[in-house]
């Protein structure tokens, strides 16, 4: 009886062990992680924005650049957690063309800006592709955006509110970017920070 007993504990501590390295105990689920609060080995540096890790996040308050994905991605679903100020000037970039100068025209941004002065591209948007109204507010508090890019399919939900829903083929394959940029005011401070950022290929 020990020895049945002794079997039985070794097997369901084994069972346990075995799903606790995985998110939420459940099997693995093809999300793999880009940034989880610690390093940015899975991320190129573009201009002079002043990327840092602090407090669990990777933050920017000055300059102007990106943080840009070492691979290029097509269909995949894109998680983001982010921290940013009213005023802050950020967006989240996918398939872009180029990897040196990213811009909304070679790539799509997902925008992070409460405070643009045409709302309808803010927040919530992608930008010259499709419109929000009314625009969600982000500004100081965490969000977490959910973005899903299959074939010329996107969609965005913010905190678990559908943003954005749009049909575009203008751009097919490439990395992803993580912006920091001036505002309506620059040299304000603002701050941007992504405390986690996990991808899903489709």
């Known amino acids: 009886m ?35 609060g610690s390093g940015l080995a899975n ?12 407090d669990g996040a990777v933050m920017a308050d000055k300059g102007s650049g990106f943080l840009v994905s070492k691979n290029d991605y097509a269909d ?13 000037n950020s967006g989240i970039f996918l398939r872009c063309e180029a990897r ?47 973005i899903s890019a299959k074939g010329n399919h996107l969609t965005v939900i913010l905190n678990g509110v559908k ?3 749009a049909q575009d083929g203008k751009h097919v394959r490439g990395p992803i970017g993580l912006q920091y940029a001036p505002g309506v005011v ?5 701050v941007i920070k992504f405390r986690k950022v996990q991808i899903r290929t489709l």
Not at 7 to 27: E, K, S
Not at 76 to 88: G, Q, V
Not at 116 to 131: F, K, M, Q, W
Not at 186 to 190: I, L
Request: charged share 25%.
């Open 2 to 36: 020990k020895r049945y007993f002794a079997i039985a504990t070794g097997l369901l501590v084994w069972g346990l062990g075995g799903c606790a390295h995985l998110p939420g105990g459940h099997a693995d689920d093809g999300w793999t992680t880009l940034f989880d």
């Open 76 to 88: 995949f679903e894109l998680r983001a957690e982010f921290w940013a100020d009213s005023d802050t």
């Open 163 to 165: 943003t954005a829903d």
């Open 186 to 190: 620059k040299d304000s401070g603002a």
């Open 100 to 146: 040196q100068k990213l811009t909304s025209a070679i790539c799509y941004e997902v925008n992070i800006w409460d405070m643009r002065p045409a709302a309808e591209y803010g927040t919530g948007a992608i930008v010259d592709v499709a419109r929000v109204s009314p625009m969600p507010k982000a500004g100081g508090r965490w969000n977490t955006y959910e």
């Open 43 to 54: 991320w190129d540096r573009i201009g002079d924005a002043n990327w840092r890790i602090a």
